[in-house]
């Protein structure tokens, strides 16, 4: 079992930075597949950003490459997403995941079975 607990939304302005942490509790955590999901206002849950058991492996959606970065420190039992250049697009509820059966990251939402609460994060222009 994993709980996990996003921090660090907030009210940005176009162009500002933001960093969202997440901290897991539970013995999978080193061993499992962590990702950071977003949902907006009326839209579908959606991908974007994974990373791999020991965190040299990551993969992003089109729309956050260049800006957003993941991280993780197993140490801390702790996974992170720097947002910089942010848009106004990105203003959603990001949600933090956790997929323990795979080595491989993967985007799909149905094959993380832990979730977070979700941090907000509005971008205002």
């Known amino acids: 079992q994993v709980q996990l607990v996003e921090s660090g939304g907030g009210l940005v302005q176009a162009g500002g930075s933001l960093r969202l942490s997440c901290a897991a509790s539970?013995?999978?955590?080193?061993?499992?597949?962590m990702g950071w999901f977003r949902q907006a206002p009326g839209k579908e849950r959606t991908f974007v950003a994974g990373?791999?058991?020991?965190?040299?492996?990551?993969k992003y959606a089109d729309s956050v490459k260049g800006r957003f970065t993941i991280s993780r420190d197993n140490a801390k039992s702790t996974v992170y997403l720097q947002m910089n250049s942010l848009k106004p697009e990105d203003t959603a509820v990001y949600y933090c995941?956790?997929?323990?059966?795979?080595?491989?990251?993967?985007?799909?939402?149905?094959?993380?079975?832990?979730w977070g609460q979700g941090t907000q994060v509005t971008v205002s222009s």
């Open positions: 995941a956790a997929d323990p059966r795979r080595f491989l990251i993967t985007d799909t939402r149905y094959n993380y079975e832990y």
């Open positions: 539970g013995r999978t955590f080193s061993t499992s597949v």
């Open positions: 990373i791999g058991w020991s965190g040299s492996g990551t």
